[in-house]
Nanobody, 125 residues
Framework: HVQLVESGGGSVQAGGALRLSCEAS????????MGWVRQAPGKDYEGVAS????????NYADFVKGRFTISRDSAKKTLYLRMNRLNTEDTGVYYC???????????????????RGQGTQDTVS
């Protein structure tokens, strides 16, 4: 089992930036794919970005490409999401996510993440 704790959310004006952090503990080393998902008010969860812990590859949903950057600090067991040029449609609760899988599986934003943190509210006005 993996524990994920997010921090860094808040309120920002359109065009601004935020950086989210996610500290992973427990069985984090066994996760095949890690990433960020979000839920806007009244909408379903949607994958935002992913990071392959084995290969380091990153992938993004089309609506954040060029604006968001996912990264990690392996020593600190921390995952980050840097969000630039935010707009009102980026408002929502952002969750750090992780899941097991097979070595050859593709790790992308739409990975069926079964483990999520408690979420952090980000509001863009």
């Amino acid at each position: 089992h993996v524990q994920l704790v997010e921090s860094g959310g808040g309120s920002v004006q359109a065009g601004g930036a935020l950086r989210l952090s996610c500290e992973a503990s427990g069985n984090a080393a066994s996760m095949r794919c890690m990433g960020w998902v979000r839920q806007a008010p009244g909408k379903d969860y949607e994958g935002v970005a992913s990071l392959d812990p084995f290969h380091g590859a990153t992938n993004y949903a089309d609506f954040v490409k060029g604006r968001f950057t996912i990264s990690r600090d392996s020593a600190k067991k921390t995952l980050y999401l840097r969000m630039n040029r935010l707009n009102t449609e980026d408002t929502g609760v952002y969750y750090c996510a992780a899941e097991k899988g097979n070595y050859g599986d593709y790790c992308g934003p739409s990975w069926p993440f079964g483990n999520r943190g408690q979420g952090t509210q980000d509001t863009v006005s």
